[in-house]
C-alpha cells in the first residue's frame, strides 16, 4: 500500500451533563504497518514511527508488538497485511488518542481491527474489537480516558477503512443515555514529501496542539463545574480484548 496523509478535523461533543463541542485540526497518516514511509534525511523529523510509542513498546517494531498483543488473545494473521492509522512522531514528541490497525490474512481477508487508546496520563489500553461488513463494533469501556467519565458503559464504534475519505465515529454509551461523541473526519491525499512539508509549517507542532487542546478543554470543563472522578490504576501497555 502506498502510503497515505489525511488532513482532517477531530471532533468531541459532550452532551451530558453538559454540552461542550471542541474541534481541531491535524493530520493522520496510513500506512502499511510493515513498510513504513521511507523520508529524506531533512524530513524525518517530520515523521517517525516508532515502536516505543506502541502497544507495551519493548517490541523491536510495530509488527511484532502487534502480533504479540494478538498472540495473546488467540489471532494468528499468519503474515497477513496489516494498515496503520496514526500520529507519527513530530519534530522529537507524539500523542496518538487513537491509533487503528486493520488486520488481515495472508489471503487478504479482514480479520479484526484494533483500536490503542492512548491517554494524556501517558497511559496505553487496546481493544480488540470484531467488526461488521461496515466497519461497526461494540466493547466495553476498560480504559480511563478523560477525567470527567468513569470506567463505565460502552464504545459503539464505526471504523470503516479508509479510501478516498476518512471517516470514524467513535460512542461512549452509559446508564441513561450516550454523552460522548467523537468523530475523525478526512480526504485522502498522496504522502508526497512536499505535502508533509506544507503539513508541517502550517501545523508545526502538531502533536503537542492536540494533547495541549485536550488539556485546555479539560481546565475549561473543571471551571464550569465539571466534576473530576477518580482514576484507576492502570499498567502502561496492559492489553485487554
Not at 500500500?1 to 471532533?11: E, F, G, H, I, S
Not at 454540552?19 to 493530520?27: D, E, G, K, N, W
Amino acid at each position: 500500500m502506498t502510503p497515505a496523509l489525511y488532513p482532517c478535523t477531530v471532533t468531541h461533543v459532550r452532551t451530558a451533563p453538559l454540552r461542550y463541542v471542541l474541534r481541531h485540526r491535524t493530520h493522520l497518516w496510513l500506512v502499511d504497518v510493515d513498510r513504513p514511509p521511507e523520508l529524506p534525511r531533512p524530513l524525518r523529523a517530520l515523521a517517525r514511527f516508532d515502536p516505543r510509542d506502541h502497544f507495551a513498546g519493548d517490541e523491536p517494531g510495530i509488527r511484532a508488538g502487534l502480533d504479540a498483543f494478538l498472540a495473546a488473545h488467540g489471532v494468528d494473521l499468519a503474515g497477513g497485511p496489516v494498515l496503520m492509522l496514526t500520529q507519527a512522531r513530530v519534530l522529537g514528541h507524539v500523542f496518538n488518542p487513537l491509533t487503528l490497525y486493520w488486520c488481515h490474512g495472508p489471503d487478504g481477508e479482514p480479520r479484526c481491527v484494533v483500536a490503542e487508546v492512548h491517554n494524556t496520563y501517558g497511559e496505553r489500553h487496546c481493544y480488540l474489537l470484531d467488526t461488521d461488513a461496515d466497519g461497526r463494533a461494540r466493547t466495553d469501556k476498560a480504559f480511563h480516558v478523560s477525567p470527567f467519565f468513569p470506567v463505565d458503559g460502552h464504545y459503539r464504534m464505526r471504523l470503516p477503512r479508509p479510501d478516498e475519505r476518512l471517516d470514524l465515529t467513535v460512542h461512549l454509551d452509559r446508564a441513561g443515555g450516550r454523552p460522548f461523541t467523537a468523530t475523525v473526519r478526512g480526504t485522502r491525499r498522496e504522502a508526497t514529501n512536499g505535502r508533509l512539508l506544507r503539513l508541517a509549517l502550517r501545523r508545526p507542532w502538531s502533536t503537542v496542539a492536540v494533547s495541549a487542546a485536550i488539556r485546555l478543554h479539560g481546565i475549561r470543563l473543571y471551571l464550569r463545574g465539571l466534576p473530576v472522578r477518580p482514576r484507576p490504576d492502570h499498567r502502561t501497555g496492559e492489553n485487554t480484548p
